[in-house]
């Protein structure tokens, strides 16, 4: 994932559970930025495992159709992200 983002490219990422959609997507989030900051830049760790570089979204059955179809667009809009 990290050579994903750092090509600036987005990802989809699929799992067998709604459950494990929630889990790693609370995960990503929750933890700090594992990227290097650049030259003149601050450290961001609200943005999650990627920082601002990378969004993180979260894509399953038991989300509403109208909160899907603007998470889908966000991610389509987006040049780097990721959708669990």
């Known amino acids: 994932l990290v050579q994903r983002v750092k090509k600036k490219e987005r ?7 709604c459950d494990g959609v929630d889990y790693h997507e609370a995960l990503f989030t929750a933890m700090d930025c594992i ?3 650049k030259n003149d830049e601050t450290q961001d760790n609200h943005g ?11 894509l399953h059955g038991s989300v509403p159709h109208t909160e899907r179809q603007g998470i889908l667009t966000k991610f389509n809009k987006d040049n780097t992200a990721l959708l669990i």
């Open 11 to 17: 990802v989809v990422v699929f799992m067998s559970t």
């Open 35 to 37: 990227l290097p900051a």
């Open 48 to 58: 999650g495992i990627f920082g601002n570089a990378c969004p993180i979204y979260k």
